[in-house]
Every structure is written in C-alpha cells, then in structure tokens.
C-alpha cells in the first residue's frame, strides 16, 4: 500500500516536473537568438515577408499565447508540425526514439559486461599488477569523452581495419520487413540475422564508444563496493566455511555490492540517453539525438519541444523505474 | 597465448588483410554509386520551407527535381524544361516555351500546365514560399499550346535567373493535388535525372536513374547518397571505401588524401567570405573603414590558412558573375592603413576601437581568418574585439540592423546576378542589408528595375566600383570546394557548390 502510494506520489510529481520543463523550454528558445523566420527568408525579402511567414508558424502572437496554443494541442496528443520537415512533430519524434533507445540499451548492455567484468576480475586480482592495470584503463577511459571514444573507434575499425560501418543504422540497399522502427528487437523476433548483424555492425561503434566511460564508472564503483563488502563479517563467515574465492565474490558479496552499481546504472542510463546527442551527430545514426541537434541548428521551435518532452518523459520514466527496483530489490525498503 | 612482438605484427598483417578483404570498394568497378553528403534533407518539397531556401541542399533537389531552366556548371543557363524564354516588347508579359516528349517519374506526361501551376503556385503567400516575393512578380499564368504566358505585376530583370535559383523548381500538378503535401513528403515525384527509391530522414536516400531523363540516363544505375553531417566520418566513409564521393572535407585532409588512395577536385564555388560593415560608431569614419580594407592582406591569407583554396576578391562578385570587373581593386597597404588613421586621430599606440562578429566553424577557418585579420589590423592602429556567433544569431542581428560594426559572413549566390550579391546585400532598405547609406540607395534604385541588361550590368559595376572605393564592405574571399573521389569516378563540378551525381561518369 505504501509502495503504491509513493508511486502515485513520484507520479504526480512528474507531472509536475514535465510541465516546467515544458515552460522553460517553451519559453528559452523562443528568447535566444535564432529566429527561424529570419533563417528562413533570403536577402531581398521584406518586412511583409517576414510578417506573413511569422504568421504562417505561429510565430507573431506573443509567447505566452504560443504557449498556450501548444499546450491545448499537446493535451490532445497534437505537439505541432515541425517547421523544417513540414510533418507532424509527435510521428517524427516517435519514429526516431526506437533507434535511440536500442542504441543507448545496447550502449548499457556492452557498460555494464565491461565494467562488471573489469570490477570482478579486478576484485578477484585484488592487489596485483592485472587489478593495476584494471585501474590505469579506467582511469583513460573516464578521462577520455565518448566523442573522442567515437573518433578513435571509426579510425580503427571503420578505417585501418574497416570491419564495422562508420555511418547510418543499416545498409541501404537492404530491404527491411520490419513493422515497427525497433529494427535491432524485430530482426530478432523475425529470425533475419542477416539483417541483425547489419544492423549490429552499424551500431556497435556508436554504442561502444557510449559504453566505455560508463563501463569506466560501472567498474570502479563495483569494485570499491565489492571490496568493502568482502571484510563484513558474513562474507569472512561463508570463506571459514571453506568456499571458494569465486564463489564468496559471485555469490555472497555480489548480491549485496551490486545495489549502489544498480542506481548508478538507472541515472547513469539517462545520461547515456543525453550522450546518443554528440555520438548519433558522429555516426549519422539516425535516432532522436541527430534529430535534436538538426532541430536546433535550423531553430525548428516545435520540434525542439517535442524532442526534449521526450526527453524528459525518459529520463523521469527511467528514474521512477529505478526507484521501483531498488525498493523491490532492497528488503529493507520494500518492507519498511 | 605467448604475444611477442613478431606474433603481434602477424596479429595486425592477419587483421588487416581481413578487413580490406571487406571494403574494397576504391579498386573494384562502381556498381552502386555512394556518395557521403554533408548535409540532411529534411522536406523533398523543393519549393517551400527552410528546405527550400537551403543552398548545400539544392544539389539533392537537382537529381529528382529539374527546375525552369537548366544551369550549367560554370552557371550560366541553358535550356531545360523550359527550351526559350522571354518578355513582350513592352515589359508587360513573360512567355516560357515548353519542351516536350519528357515525363514524370510516375510515368504521366510533363506538360506546360505543370510549368504554370508551379509559378502559380509559389507567388501565392498562402503557400509559404519563402521567395514569394520574386515569383509574386508574375500573375496570371495561362497556357496556350505548349507556352505558358504570365503577366508581370512588376518588372523584375532578374526572373528568369530565379528560374534556376532557390525555389525554381517545377512540379507534378496533377500529382500534388492528388496526394497532397504529405503525400508529396512520403513519395516525391520529379521529372529530374534520378527517381526516389527508398529515404530514411537523417540517414540516407536510395537513387534510380531515370531512364527516360531528358538530358540523357545518368550514368550511375543506382546512387546511395549517404547524410554524413560530421566531417571526420565523411572522410572515414571515401578513406575506407564505404563511399565513392565525399565533399567539405578540412583543405589538410583534402590534400593528404588527394594525392594518395582517392582523386580531388577542388574548383572555385559561388560563396564568399566578407565583413559587413555597419554604419554606426567608428564606422562612420571613411579612413576607419578604408583602413580596415587596406590592412587585409587577403592573398596570404589564404595561402597560409586556407592551403591557397581561396580566390581574393575585392567586390562582391566573383569571376563568374555576370557583372564582375577586374579592374576594381583595393590593394593590400598597411602604409596606406596607418596614413589613413592618422587622418583621423588614430594609430598603433592610440587604436581606434570596435567590434568584429565571426562564426567559428561555420565555414572553413573563418574565426582563423578573422583572428588573423585581427592581427594586421592591430599593426596599423585598429584594436578589434572578436565575439563569436552562431549563424542564426547573425541572421536575427542582420534582420534587426544590429549588427556590430563589423561582422564576418558568408554569402552564396548561384545564379551571379548583382542584384543577388550586391543588391541584396548593400541596399539600404532590404532588411538583410548592413550599410543603410543614402548616396548607395540612390545608386542601385533605379537598377532593380533596369530593362536594358547591359545598361544594368554597367550600373552594378558602377555599384561596386563606389563601395569599393568608399569600403562600405570588405569582401575577402571566393571558396574553393573540396571533394575527395575514388579513382573509379570521374565528378564534374559545379561552381553553384551542388554535388550532382548525374555529373559523375565513370573513369
């Protein structure tokens, strides 16, 4: 009962947080510089021209008019038509974030394998030169930022050992029977791995280069928990009774160690998401961060809003999420 | 696995020949052409919308869309749909004579009501043509056999060059009203040398050759023009083989790569660099602002920061515009630069003071150039402060008249005429102009509507001859476009900067 209650609590509270985000936006981008309507018109257009194309967006009542206008059509699921693709915001949006998400869940599928095998092994090589070594790596990996990440993958995989592609989700000679725009998920469910390795191919660099900080970060906070938790008392209890070192880590400290890498990874996934902006720009993948970032060079007002509601739906989504499983995850929460 | 240093330099020989057994494209006959575009395209309707007035866009729009009149590389015009074209004794009608026997992509007929409806169409302000202004000119379009005729509201010597401009396209009338504007988004039809055959927004679009293409079926069967907005990929994309053709690379990455794996071209383009002046603060003063243009030493600059891929100009117009004179100059003196100052009060030791605006990245090294121009400036007495902005920024300022005295900018104009480089740019009432001085509104007036063209040309050249004299801008530079090819393809240039791929033969 508490439980459901905390969630109709975070739920009205993202309510709450989604609205202002909706007026600060709204509102900033309307104020900085950049007026689609100035972008738009060549030189020799007149005052009049200027007047009739603001008018033809919207763009000549006041903001707090705007405002209200786009927020009576985003309560009936109309987010506008974007300015520069002349289609409706909500299908360009939702058309673009099945190739993000899957790029920033394979992004967290490769951190988590990588920082969880860096942290265990370290642990397990605890105090010799290979955990050393672990530690150096991290500390390049955070050091570096994921678009470096992404210039360094393209030179040696897309260009001195061209194994992977450098651009794009898939081949576009390719003909693609999928229904919906979770390509990765449905060549799957379609049994076409032919199309999966396409579409892996394409991805991997984009999502490794995501991957390697926060595998970075992954690491070493489980390995700092997983050290800690190794002198408690139960976990010098189960060695006494004569397991062995693999098994202590595996299954007597991991469980326990694995809570604080858990929230990390929840906050640390919207993150990712905000990332896909600069690496989906490197790569020409086409997900919502490309999208985004097009949308602002050519000041397109209502598809900005559209993508960072998405935005914003995601990363309270992805967080609610979290607070959910640690509370189910965690006894003492869940029956407190 | 004992890894010494003979094992790992097998390792790498083994991975190497791995992968190039995958991506052998620059050695083997081009099938498919694949061209890495540096830009998206964001609407197929080549007539309104941000889209439609994009310049680095309109060579995508070219190989599905034909516009009103053909041109021709070295942009001059030539006859396309349109075969002839021209006014009425008095000025008061145009008439387009239409060529026949061409079709559609979806296989109907081309026909001069397309030619009418597409006028029509794009002079009505409900439309959201940002040209409207232009076409608006004409009204009453009518077909009589295979002509179209219009009247002219107001006479505009410049309408048949926006026939091959930003909006001059034609399109399917019958088509469009059938499936409407978003039917025309999902399936575009054309008349152009390549049919659609499969667009994904922000990725790529898949190219057919219209065999049944006017000017002859291009010689590429299939092109795959990829959006590869990042440069460093671009050029990963044609180093690796993943693409034939690439454009807008670093000149340093041009040059490595050009002489090596790949092919180059490098040929003079319709943009240029300059610095706006604006008639405020120290601006005012003609020995600050001629100071400011004899203190450039453009040659050099290029040289040094642009590899030498520049041409220095010293009017707006390039070597190719209709109204470019040679013997307009502003010559390259320092000593003239610091006599000038002194005139006025001002030298090394007691500066005169402004602000300069650049982009940074926007166009190659153009805060490099501005930092640069800054430095000459500072050895003859001008203390320049540099703020850097973002190209919308510029735009919204421009529109507002404000701004800063002096302010870096890039200026296209593909179909030469004054009235698209100078005109636009330095009379007083269009909102997009800098300099608002009197004495150049009364110059370039009368020439909007100057019906003997070599009278207007001479006009322009007058135009440019005064601003020169009287630095009321500093035009710096024409660009010089990189692209990098396989030896597989020959590409020809445009000098409007499209990358067409019906241009491209094999080797």
Same mark, same amino acid.
């Given at each position: 009962m508490r439980l459901l209650r905390s969630v109709l609590l975070r739920l009205a509270t993202t309510a709450v947080t989604l609205l202002g985000v909706a007026v600060i936006v709204f509102f900033v981008i309307r104020v900085v510089p950049g007026n689609p309507v100035a972008m738009m018109l060549p030189p020799g257009a007149t005052e009049e021209d200027v007047a009739r194309l603001s008018a033809l967006y919207g763009l000549d009542k006041s903001i707090p008019e705007q405002f209200l206008i786009w927020a009576g059509g985003v309560l009936q699921g109309d987010f506008g038509t974007s %300015? +520069?693709?002349?289609?409706?915001v909500l299908a360009l949006v939702l058309g673009r974030l099945p190739a993000t998400l899957e790029l920033s869940v394979m992004a967290l599928v490769i951190a988590v394998a990588l920082g969880g095998v860096a942290a265990l092994t370290g642990t397990r090589l605890r105090g010799t030169r290979v955990e050393g070594g672990i530690d150096v790596a991290n500390g390049m990996a955070l050091s570096v930022p994921d678009f470096l990440w992404g210039l360094v993958l393209i030179l040696l995989?897309?260009?001195?050992?061209?194994?992977?592609? %450098?651009?794009?989700?898939? +081949?576009?000679?390719l003909d693609l029977p999928f229904t919906t725009n979770f390509y990765l998920f449905e060549s799957v469910l379609r049994l076409r791995f032919d199309l999966w390795a396409d579409i892996v191919s394409h991805m991997f660099m984009p999502a490794l280069a995501l991957a390697i900080p926060l595998a970075a970060i992954i690491g070493q906070l489980l390995k700092q928990s997983l050290k800690e938790t190794m002198h408690l008392d139960y976990v010098t209890l189960s060695r006494t009774k004569g397991y062995g070192e693999n098994h202590v880590i595996l299954r007597e400290a991991l469980p326990n160690a694995i809570l604080p890498t858990l929230t990390l990874v929840g906050v640390q996934f919207t993150f990712l998401i905000g990332g896909t902006v600069i690496i989906e720009r490197l790569f020409s993948y086409e997900g919502l961060g490309n999208m985004a970032i097009e949308a602002v060079i050519n000041r397109d007002l209502p598809l900005i809003q559209g993508i960072v509601i998405l935005f914003a739906v995601i990363f309270t989504a992805v967080n609610l999420a979290v607070d959910l499983l640690y509370a189910l995850l965690n006894p003492r929460l869940r029956h407190a | 696995m004992n890894l010494n240093r003979r094992s790992l330099l097998k390792l790498s020989a083994a991975s190497v020949a791995l992968g190039a057994t995958g991506l052998p494209a620059r050695a083997q006959a081009i099938d498919e052409l694949v061209i890495a575009y540096n830009v998206t395209l964001p609407s197929w309707d080549p007539t309104v919308g941000p889209s439609a007035v994009n310049p680095t866009i309109q060579g995508l729009y070219q190989s599905v869309f034909d516009q009103f009149i053909l041109q021709q590389p070295d942009l001059k015009p030539a006859p396309g749909l349109l075969t002839e074209w021209g006014w009425n004794d008095d000025r008061t009608q145009v008439w387009m004579t239409v060529r026949e026997g061409v079709k559609w992509h979806d296989g109907s007929d081309f026909t001069a009501e397309d030619v009418a409806w597409s006028l029509a169409r794009v002079a009505k302000p409900e439309t959201g043509s940002p040209i409207q202004f232009v076409w608006g000119t004409l009204a009453n379009h009518r077909v009589e056999g295979n002509k179209v005729i219009a009247d002219v509201v107001q006479f505009d010597p410049t309408i048949f060059k926006w026939m091959y401009f930003l909006t001059g396209y034609v399109l399917p009338k019958a088509y469009y009203e059938k499936v409407g504007a978003e039917g025309f988004e999902a399936a575009p039809v054309g008349t152009g040398p390549y049919m659609v055959e499969k667009f994904e927004r922000n990725a790529f679009v898949r190219l057919k050759a219209n065999e049944n293409y006017w000017g002859g079926a291009p010689e590429f069967k299939t092109v795959t023009i990829k959006f590869v907005t990042d440069a460093a990929a671009r050029v990963a994309e044609v180093e690796s083989g993943n693409a034939h053709v690439t454009l807008e690379m670093p000149y340093e990455e041009y040059d490595r790569l050009k002489g090596g794996p790949l092919a180059g071209v490098a040929a003079p383009i319709s943009d240029i660099g300059m610095i706006f002046l604006n008639d405020i603060d120290v601006m005012l003063d003609p020995n600050v602002r001629k100071a400011a243009a004899h203190a450039i030493d453009k040659q050099t600059i290029i040289d040094r920061l642009l590899g030498g891929y520049g041409v220095k100009i010293d009017t707006l117009e390039t070597p190719e515009y209709d109204a470019y004179d040679a013997s307009i100059t502003v010559e390259y003196s320092p000593e003239k630069a610091v006599e000038l100052l002194a005139a006025s009060g001002y030298s090394p030791e007691n500066p005169v003071k402004f602000k300069i605006q650049t982009t940074k990245g926007f166009k190659p090294k153009d805060y490099e150039m501005i930092q640069a121009i800054v430095g000459l400036w500072r050895k003859v007495g001008i203390e320049a402060e540099i703020e850097v902005y973002e190209i919308a920024k510029h735009y919204e300022l421009r529109a507002a008249d404000q701004l800063a005295p002096a302010a870096f900018y890039n200026w296209g104009n593909s179909v030469g005429d004054p009235t698209t480089s100078t005109g636009f740019a330095m009379?007083? #009432? /269009? #909102?997009? /102009?800098v300099w608002d001085g009197e004495d150049l509104i009364n110059m370039i007036? #009368?020439?909007?509507?100057?019906?003997?063209e070599a009278k207007r040309i001479e006009g322009w050249k007058a135009v440019d001859r005064y601003v020169a004299e009287n630095a009321l801008v500093i035009p710096l530079l024409q660009y010089v476009q990189p692209i990098l090819h396989a030896p597989g393809v020959v590409v020809t240039p445009h000098a409007s900067g499209a990358l067409l791929p019906h241009l491209m033969k094999r080797a």
């Open positions: %300015i +520069t693709a002349r289609q409706p995989f897309g260009v001195l050992v061209p194994v992977f592609h %450098i651009s794009g989700r898939v +081949t576009p000679s | 009379f007083g #009432p /269009s #909102p997009h /102009s007036g #009368p020439l909007w509507g100057e019906a003997d």
